[in-house]
């Protein structure tokens, strides 16, 4: 019984408590908690740029072919590297239209832990989807700021202090570290760029905690590569981050297979 066919974008979330995932297409939509302690197959079918739609290339990056990947203000520079922003100067990287409506809004740079302490930066509006994507366990806003620059040089300068990566392989072991992230967010004020100091919140913000639907956590992990591995089977046990994760320790990355057309199938 075929559930789902469609090339794969990153779940989209509901925040809930446990947290609600869909893997959506054009006309449709699957709840994945549903799939949680059935056997399912995955098949990889082939490729779909989410950009220019081309299925006759594979996927480059981020669910980009190449070319587009090259040359789509989409994955610019500045959305790895916030600091890189231009658009408050009026200076275009690929596209000013779209990088002043992206980077020009509320953002907002925050604390997570998924292990240990992670500092990264969000737009406003993507509170809590970016801390569920990452697979956080509790985050807690630092500063809000009025664009992306300004969250960006924030970031780097408390990254000399915390960590920038999640340990994915801690965070799917569910290896967790206890933090007052309410104390190591006070930390945080002496340690922000002068131009940053004044959007920092002297009230103490909301701490939101992330509760992931997960029956089992595995000790040893595999990643499922769908290019090595084009088809596999196995029993879910749960989902965090972007990650479904299987009895026997498989895990697979929804987002890092964006752009690919898959096949999954109820088994048991």
Known sequence: MTVFEEVLVKMKTEFLSPIQYY?????????????????????HIGYK?????RTDIKIFRQGFCYDC???SPQVGDWIMRPELSKAHLGIEDRDLEYETQVQLQPHAVYLATSSDVKVGVTRKTQIPTRWIDQGASKAI???????RYLAGIAEVALKNHFTDKTNWRKMLQNQLNDFDLEEVRKQCQEW?????????????PEIYELNYPVEQFS???NS?????MPEYSGRISGIKGQYILFEDG??????SHEGYVTRIELLA
């Open 192 to 204: 922000l760029p002068q131009e940053v100091r004044p959007y920092f919140s002297e009230s103490s």
């Open 49 to 53: 740029c989410l950009n220019c739609r």
């Open 250 to 255: 498989t895990v697979f990355n929804v987002r």
């Open 224 to 228: 499922l590569n769908l290019e090595k």
């Open 219 to 221: 000790t040893k992990i």
């Open 141 to 147: 806003v630092v500063a809000e700021v009025p664009n």
């Open 23 to 43: 893997l959506c297409a054009e006309t449709s939509f699957l709840n994945v908690n549903q799939l949680i302690d059935k056997k399912i197959s995955v098949s």
């Open 69 to 71: 990947f090259q040359s």
